[in-house]
Protein backbone atom coordinates (compact mmCIF):
# COMPACT_ATOMS: atom_id res chain seq x y z
CA UNK A 1 0.00 0.00 0.00
CA UNK A 2 1.14 3.49 -0.76
CA UNK A 3 2.43 5.32 2.09
CA UNK A 4 -0.98 7.82 2.81
CA UNK A 5 -2.27 8.79 5.88
CA UNK A 6 -5.35 10.98 6.51
CA UNK A 7 -6.09 12.47 10.00
CA UNK A 8 -8.01 12.75 11.67
CA UNK A 9 -10.65 9.72 10.39
CA UNK A 10 -13.66 11.28 11.72
CA UNK A 11 -14.53 14.41 13.04
CA UNK A 12 -18.21 16.14 14.13
CA UNK A 13 -17.50 20.13 14.23
CA UNK A 14 -19.90 22.62 14.65
CA UNK A 15 -21.10 25.42 11.88
CA UNK A 16 -19.10 28.14 11.88
CA UNK A 17 -15.86 27.09 13.01
CA UNK A 18 -12.96 26.21 11.36
CA UNK A 19 -10.95 22.43 10.22
CA UNK A 20 -8.13 21.06 9.05
CA UNK A 21 -7.84 18.10 7.85
CA UNK A 22 -3.89 16.59 6.89
CA UNK A 23 -2.76 13.82 4.43
CA UNK A 24 0.79 13.04 4.72
CA UNK A 25 2.72 11.19 2.12
CA UNK A 26 5.72 8.70 2.47
CA UNK A 27 6.38 8.22 -1.27
CA UNK A 28 7.89 11.79 -1.99
CA UNK A 29 5.49 11.93 -4.98
CA UNK A 30 4.78 15.83 -6.37
CA UNK A 31 1.13 15.88 -7.05
CA UNK A 32 -1.31 15.72 -4.34
CA UNK A 33 -4.84 16.35 -4.65
CA UNK A 34 -7.93 16.95 -2.21
CA UNK A 35 -11.51 15.16 -3.12
CA UNK A 36 -14.91 15.35 -1.59
CA UNK A 37 -17.27 12.21 -1.91
CA UNK A 38 -20.72 12.66 -1.88
CA UNK A 39 -23.68 10.40 -3.16
CA UNK A 40 -25.11 10.21 -6.53
CA UNK A 41 -21.80 12.67 -7.23
CA UNK A 42 -18.69 10.12 -7.09
CA UNK A 43 -15.32 12.25 -6.45
CA UNK A 44 -14.94 15.63 -7.02
CA UNK A 45 -11.62 17.52 -6.66
CA UNK A 46 -11.21 20.27 -4.44
CA UNK A 47 -7.60 21.63 -4.85
CA UNK A 48 -4.59 20.19 -6.19
CA UNK A 49 -1.27 20.69 -5.69
CA UNK A 50 1.90 19.75 -8.22
CA UNK A 51 4.76 20.95 -5.86
CA UNK A 52 5.55 22.80 -2.54
CA UNK A 53 3.79 26.19 -2.05
CA UNK A 54 1.92 25.20 -6.11
CA UNK A 55 -1.55 24.33 -5.78
CA UNK A 56 -4.57 25.00 -7.77
CA UNK A 57 -8.12 24.85 -7.65
CA UNK A 58 -9.99 21.89 -8.80
CA UNK A 59 -13.98 21.85 -9.28
CA UNK A 60 -15.52 22.41 -6.44
CA UNK A 61 -13.16 24.66 -4.21
CA UNK A 62 -15.25 27.50 -3.31
CA UNK A 63 -15.06 27.30 0.86
CA UNK A 64 -11.57 25.63 1.26
CA UNK A 65 -8.04 26.67 1.10
CA UNK A 66 -4.74 24.47 0.88
CA UNK A 67 -1.39 24.26 1.93
CA UNK A 68 1.47 22.67 0.77
CA UNK A 69 4.83 23.77 2.84
CA UNK A 70 6.26 20.34 2.77
CA UNK A 71 6.87 17.62 -0.31
CA UNK A 72 5.25 14.88 2.31
CA UNK A 73 2.16 17.18 3.59
CA UNK A 74 -1.12 18.31 2.30
CA UNK A 75 -3.25 20.31 4.70
CA UNK A 76 -6.44 21.32 3.45
CA UNK A 77 -8.85 24.18 5.14
CA UNK A 78 -12.12 24.53 5.79
CA UNK A 79 -12.20 28.77 7.29
CA UNK A 80 -15.73 28.65 8.02
CA UNK A 81 -17.34 24.91 8.44
CA UNK A 82 -20.98 24.91 6.70
CA UNK A 83 -23.60 21.85 6.91
CA UNK A 84 -22.90 21.24 3.17
CA UNK A 85 -19.35 20.40 3.29
CA UNK A 86 -20.59 17.36 5.45
CA UNK A 87 -18.71 14.47 3.61
CA UNK A 88 -15.89 12.33 3.28
CA UNK A 89 -12.97 13.64 2.03
CA UNK A 90 -10.09 11.61 0.20
CA UNK A 91 -6.83 12.60 -0.07
CA UNK A 92 -4.83 10.95 -3.21
CA UNK A 93 -1.09 11.31 -4.54
CA UNK A 94 0.56 10.82 -7.98
CA UNK A 95 3.87 11.38 -9.16
CA UNK A 96 3.44 11.72 -13.04
CA UNK A 97 5.31 10.53 -15.59
CA UNK A 98 5.69 9.46 -18.93
CA UNK A 99 4.68 5.84 -18.57
CA UNK A 100 2.50 6.24 -15.34
CA UNK A 101 0.29 8.55 -13.81
CA UNK A 102 -1.73 6.45 -11.36
CA UNK A 103 -3.03 8.49 -8.23
CA UNK A 104 -3.19 6.24 -4.80
CA UNK A 105 -5.97 7.21 -2.09
CA UNK A 106 -5.96 7.63 1.48
CA UNK A 107 -8.42 6.31 3.58
CA UNK A 108 -10.86 8.82 3.80
CA UNK A 109 -12.16 11.29 6.85
CA UNK A 110 -15.60 11.59 7.68
CA UNK A 111 -16.45 14.79 8.31
CA UNK A 112 -19.51 15.99 9.75
CA UNK A 113 -20.69 19.75 10.34
CA UNK A 114 -23.43 20.05 12.68
CA UNK B 1 -14.86 22.11 -17.29
CA UNK B 2 -13.79 18.21 -17.85
CA UNK B 3 -16.72 16.09 -17.36
CA UNK B 4 -16.76 12.26 -17.45
CA UNK B 5 -20.44 10.48 -17.67
CA UNK B 6 -20.46 6.99 -16.64
CA UNK B 7 -22.46 4.50 -16.97
CA UNK B 8 -24.73 2.73 -15.48
CA UNK B 9 -25.29 3.97 -12.13
CA UNK B 10 -26.01 0.73 -10.52
CA UNK B 11 -25.52 -2.72 -11.70
CA UNK B 12 -27.45 -5.87 -10.39
CA UNK B 13 -26.39 -8.73 -12.16
CA UNK B 14 -26.18 -12.73 -11.27
CA UNK B 15 -22.73 -14.41 -10.53
CA UNK B 16 -21.09 -15.68 -13.66
CA UNK B 17 -22.14 -13.16 -15.67
CA UNK B 18 -20.21 -10.45 -17.62
CA UNK B 19 -20.62 -7.15 -16.88
CA UNK B 20 -19.78 -4.17 -18.61
CA UNK B 21 -19.47 -0.37 -18.00
CA UNK B 22 -18.10 2.99 -19.78
CA UNK B 23 -17.32 6.43 -19.64
CA UNK B 24 -17.24 8.86 -21.84
CA UNK B 25 -15.87 12.71 -22.04
CA UNK B 26 -16.80 15.98 -23.94
CA UNK B 27 -12.44 16.51 -23.74
CA UNK B 28 -9.50 14.72 -24.51
CA UNK B 29 -7.44 12.39 -21.97
CA UNK B 30 -3.83 11.44 -22.16
CA UNK B 31 -4.58 9.26 -19.40
CA UNK B 32 -7.82 6.71 -18.37
CA UNK B 33 -7.78 5.03 -15.19
CA UNK B 34 -10.17 2.82 -13.60
CA UNK B 35 -10.96 2.42 -9.67
CA UNK B 36 -12.46 -0.26 -7.59
CA UNK B 37 -14.02 1.21 -3.96
CA UNK B 38 -15.76 -0.94 -1.10
CA UNK B 39 -17.46 0.37 2.12
CA UNK B 40 -15.03 2.29 3.70
CA UNK B 41 -12.03 2.32 2.12
CA UNK B 42 -10.62 4.55 -0.75
CA UNK B 43 -10.27 3.78 -4.22
CA UNK B 44 -8.22 1.29 -5.33
CA UNK B 45 -6.28 1.39 -8.85
CA UNK B 46 -7.55 -1.28 -11.00
CA UNK B 47 -6.10 -0.71 -14.53
CA UNK B 48 -4.62 2.27 -16.10
CA UNK B 49 -4.21 3.03 -19.91
CA UNK B 50 -1.79 5.56 -21.24
CA UNK B 51 -2.65 5.11 -25.32
CA UNK B 52 -5.76 5.69 -27.75
CA UNK B 53 -6.51 2.30 -28.53
CA UNK B 54 -5.05 0.73 -25.96
CA UNK B 55 -6.62 -2.56 -24.46
CA UNK B 56 -5.51 -3.80 -21.33
CA UNK B 57 -6.16 -6.99 -19.27
CA UNK B 58 -6.11 -7.19 -15.30
CA UNK B 59 -7.01 -11.09 -14.56
CA UNK B 60 -11.03 -11.02 -15.17
CA UNK B 61 -10.84 -7.61 -16.12
CA UNK B 62 -10.39 -5.97 -19.45
CA UNK B 63 -10.66 -2.30 -19.94
CA UNK B 64 -9.89 -0.15 -23.35
CA UNK B 65 -9.05 3.70 -23.92
CA UNK B 66 -11.01 5.13 -26.73
CA UNK B 67 -9.42 5.71 -30.23
CA UNK B 68 -11.06 9.44 -29.87
CA UNK B 69 -9.59 9.86 -26.43
CA UNK B 70 -12.74 10.86 -24.85
CA UNK B 71 -13.78 7.47 -23.99
CA UNK B 72 -12.97 4.47 -22.45
CA UNK B 73 -14.70 1.40 -21.15
CA UNK B 74 -13.98 -1.50 -18.29
CA UNK B 75 -15.68 -5.04 -18.62
CA UNK B 76 -15.64 -7.87 -16.10
CA UNK B 77 -16.08 -11.35 -17.12
CA UNK B 78 -17.63 -14.57 -15.14
CA UNK B 79 -18.34 -11.81 -11.88
CA UNK B 80 -18.07 -13.34 -8.19
CA UNK B 81 -19.47 -12.19 -5.17
CA UNK B 82 -16.61 -10.22 -4.25
CA UNK B 83 -16.63 -7.96 -7.18
CA UNK B 84 -19.24 -5.93 -5.44
CA UNK B 85 -18.30 -2.27 -5.13
CA UNK B 86 -18.39 0.99 -6.72
CA UNK B 87 -16.36 0.94 -9.93
CA UNK B 88 -15.09 4.56 -11.09
CA UNK B 89 -13.78 5.52 -13.81
CA UNK B 90 -10.93 9.06 -13.70
CA UNK B 91 -9.42 11.15 -16.68
CA UNK B 92 -6.29 13.09 -16.77
CA UNK B 93 -6.42 16.09 -18.97
CA UNK B 94 -4.19 17.02 -21.67
CA UNK B 95 -3.47 20.68 -20.35
CA UNK B 96 -2.77 19.45 -16.98
CA UNK B 97 -2.83 17.28 -14.41
CA UNK B 98 -5.74 17.41 -12.03
CA UNK B 99 -7.65 14.20 -12.59
CA UNK B 100 -11.37 14.19 -12.73
CA UNK B 101 -13.77 10.99 -11.48
CA UNK B 102 -17.19 9.79 -13.10
CA UNK B 103 -19.73 9.37 -10.47
CA UNK B 104 -19.25 5.34 -9.84
CA UNK B 105 -21.06 2.46 -11.40
CA UNK B 106 -22.30 0.18 -7.86
CA UNK B 107 -22.07 -3.16 -8.86
CA UNK B 108 -23.98 -6.20 -7.02
CA UNK B 109 -23.60 -9.90 -7.48
CA UNK B 110 -26.04 -11.45 -6.18
CA UNK B 111 -24.53 -15.74 -5.99
Known amino acids: DAGITQSPRHKVTETGTPVTLRCHQTENHRYMYWYRQDPGHGLRLIHY???????DKGEVSDGYSVSRSKTEDFLLTLESATSSQTSVYFC?????????????FGQGTRLTVV | GQQLNQSPQSMFIQEGEDVSMNCTSS?????WLWYKQEPGEGPVLLIALYKAGELTSNGRLTAQFGITRKDSFLNISASIPSDVGIYFCAGQGVWNNDMRFGAGTRLTVKP
Open chain 2, 27 to 31: SIFNT
Open chain 1, 92 to 104: AISEPGQLNTEAF
Open chain 1, 49 to 55: SYGVKDT
